[in-house]
């Protein structure tokens, strides 16, 4: 993925007074739902000129439980070259009795990327620390001095759920000169909110009191619910390559002379690759052909060097070692379309599981991970190019549904990713069910899945023949399996649709009664626990619209007859849609079984209606179907 610079809300006041921050200062208000309670969270930014900025950082948090541990790690995130002074960790416990103290010596030295890396100039300073009683607080500090001065952080009170406020503020002093930009995004939801003082050079932009967000189901990503202040200078350095961000335009075409121009050279090998593969047809046809080959001679790998860590690898230097980040990839994978005579666009895009897009009034560095989309005469195709497995022209869930940054010699033009409606992520499912007089079941499934539920079903392509039965099992445990077992997994890359069959036998399905058994209607779904919630204080998210179709065909043993189904049922909310109903054929009985779900932002009071929809759906698919004996 790009290296996105990462500030957390850390503090920086040398004014600040020594304090202890025993736990019982807590107001109750802000321990409920928290693991964690920022105490104070105070930033400096003092911007001196084009190449120079200084971030003075102290932050002090109570850490109530283990869950929140995570959350109070020291850590520093710098590049070579980075000035870093001033570094202090003080310990306390609950009572607020200094534990101990650390300097910068105590940190350990780290490639900045969960991941590992082959390559990187993006490292972090880590203080391993292991906590003996709960509560305890950490105390933190430090300053940096750096010359890039396109990353202005954004001032949001917290960024995870079960974390609390007190007091957090953010400054920022300009001496440069330059024109600051800032705008503020109040909270949709009346949350908190943030409050200014504005000494001309000098902003101050404060929080106080902000309660804790539970993590519970289907709550959206903290930052659609609580405000934000976002920063921007009109000029700008990164790695000694200035620019002007007064707009997208002068954005872009910096972007474009800047980070792309000078990684974006062919040679005589590549010339040849595209030679080699005698392209005709369609400009679809060719570009396909070309991405499904560059698909099956590389692989992703983390990759941060360059401008900033944003520029990409020479295309010659992935063509050689066949590997590469988004960046490489993604521009090895437009030199090919470019000596192919195909106009492609690199685009910055913010990859997640919620979507979150670029502000087209607001021009700011950002995104997270880079995609190619080239327009054709039946309109844009969009290609991720990390995947060795991911098929032609779709994209994930993390990456449709939201804006990109579509770089052009021109400037950026910011265009939309598509948004797959629920026909396009389904599921369908065929079962053909033997019903043993033991109580037993066996046979044998279909399954294919297209769209987000394809992105869902990927992983299987990776796995070995055991670790796939072993992780079916593991995905349809609402059944008892004594064996199950993949007969073929089929990834289709042309049409994005994953396929495969299952034998499979499970015990203790039916339950006998009397003369007779019964069993639930719907063998094989998704189990999930429905709650509902009185005190529900947040709106929910269904992140992805769905559909499922399932057809189950069921075999009754030689001595039974069909003796009593349910009657069928349809259930529609805005929500989406839900369908059962039954087809008896002598000893056989047809079960289908729909349902359609829709996504969005829901509010608060409308979350027990939801919860009500799938409840009900639930019920249906284990409704009862008795038969008796002869």
């Excluded at 002074?85 to 900045?112: E, I, L, M």
């Amino acid at each position: 993925m790009m290296k996105t610079l990462f500030i957390g809300a850390l503090v920086a006041t040398t004014l600040c007074y020594a304090q202890n921050y025993p736990a019982s200062g807590i107001p109750e208000t802000l321990k409920k739902n928290a693991n964690t309670v920022i105490r104070k969270d105070f930033t400096t930014v003092q911007i001196n000129k084009i190449d120079e900025i200084k971030y003075a950082f102290n932050t002090v948090t109570t850490v109530l439980s283990k869950d929140g541990d995570r959350k109070a790690v020291a850590y520093i995130p710098y590049q070579k070259g980075d000035h870093i002074s001033d570094v202090k960790v003080t310990v306390y416990d609950g009572d607020g009795k200094k534990v101990k103290t650390y300097s910068k010596s105590d940190f350990s030295d780290y490639a900045n990327n969960p991941q590992g890396t082959f390559y990187s100039d993006n490292r972090v300073l880590v203080l391993p620390y292991t906590p003996v009683q709960y509560p305890y607080t950490v105390d933190f500090s430090y300053q940096i001095t750096n010359k890039n001065t396109v990353f202005l952080p954004d001032f949001i009170p917290f960024s995870s759920t079960n974390t609390s406020l007190e007091e957090s503020q953010f400054k920022i002093i300009n001496n440069s000169g330059i024109e600051l930009r800032s705008k503020i995004y109040p909270s949709a939801y009346n949350y908190t909110s943030v409050k200014t003082v504005d000494n001309g050079n000098e902003k101050i932009y404060t929080y106080k009191g902000v309660p804790a967000m539970d993590d519970v189901f289907l709550l959206p990503q903290p930052i659609k619910i609580l405000p934000k202040v976002s920063f921007s200078l009109s000029k700008f350095n990164l790695e000694g390559k200035q620019g002007n961000l007064k707009d997208w335009k002068d954005f872009g075409a910096w972007y474009y002379n800047s980070i792309l121009q000078p990684v974006s050279v062919s040679t005589p090998a590549i010339k040849n690759e595209i030679a080699s593969l005698n392209l005709q047809g369609t400009t679809e046809e060719k570009v396909k052909k070309i991405y499904q080959h560059m698909q099956a001679k590389t692989r992703y790998i983390f990759v941060a060097l360059g401008i900033g860590g944003w520029q990409p690898m020479l295309p010659d230097e992935v063509q050689k070692k066949g590997y590469g980040d988004c960046k490489g990839l993604t521009n090895y994978m437009k030199t090919l379309l470019d000596e192919a005579g195909i106009p492609s666009y690199y685009s910055v895009i913010y990859s997640g599981p919620s979507p979150v897009s670029f502000d087209p009034e607001f021009p700011k560095m950002g995104g997270n991970h880079v995609i190619l989309m080239v327009p054709t005469e039946k309109g844009n195709l969009w290609l991720e190019n990390t995947s060795q497995q991911i098929a032609f022209n779709h994209l994930g869930y993390s990456t449709t549904n939201r804006n990109v940054l579509s770089i052009r010699k021109e400037g950026i033009e910011i265009i939309d990713t598509p948004v797959y409606p629920a026909e396009n992520n389904k599921e369908r499912q065929t079962l053909h069910i033997k019903l043993n007089e033991d109580n037993s079941i066996s046979g044998e499934g279909n399954f294919a899945y297209t769209g987000s539920q394809y992105d869902h079903n990927l992983p299987y392509a990776s796995l070995s023949p055991k670790e796939r039965n072993e992780t079916l099992k593991k995905q349809f445990d609402v059944l008892n399996f004594e064996k199950v077992e993949m007969k073929s997994f089929t990834n289709d890359k042309d049409l994005a649709v994953a396929r495969y069959d299952i034998d499979f036998k499970a015990n203790h399905y039916s339950k006998s009664l009397g003369n007779g058994m019964i069993f639930r209607a719907v063998p094989i779904y998704l189990s999930s626990i429905y709650k509902t919630d009185e005190n529900r204080t947040l709106p929910f998210e269904i992140g992805q619209s769905y559909e499922d179709e399932y057809e189950i065909n069921f075999e009754i043993p030689a001595q039974y007859q069909i003796d009593e189904i349910p009657a069928d049922i349809t259930l529609n909310s805005e929500f989406g849609t839900y369908k059962l109903n039954f087809i008896k054929e002598g000893k056989h009985l047809k079960v289908n079984r729909s349902i359609r779900i829709n996504k969005g932002m829901y509010p608060k009071e409308k979350y027990n209606d939801y919860i009500s929809f799938r409840k009900k759906a639930l019920h249906n698919d284990n409704s009862k179907i008795l038969i008796t004996k002869i």
